[in-house]
């Protein structure tokens, strides 16, 4: 896959969404379904990397 072909892929799909999806001011949201299994994975991959804070 070429630079080129990717990028004329992303604004071919880009061009399937609802406009109201991709205005800057106030966006519609974009739900999104993920499984169980991906979601697990993202959670932890996000606790490794947050930082922990300092406790006083």
Known sequence: ???T????????ELA???PD???VL???PY???L???LYTFT???WLRMTPIGELT
């Open 5 to 12: 072909e990717a990028r004329a892929r992303v604004q071919q």
């Open 31 to 33: 739900k999104v379904s």
């Open 26 to 28: 106030n966006p519609t």
């Open 1 to 3: 896959l070429t630079l």
């Open 21 to 23: 999806y991709k205005r």
């Open 43 to 45: 959670y932890d991959l």
């Open 16 to 18: 399937t969404l609802r």
């Open 35 to 37: 499984s169980e299994q």
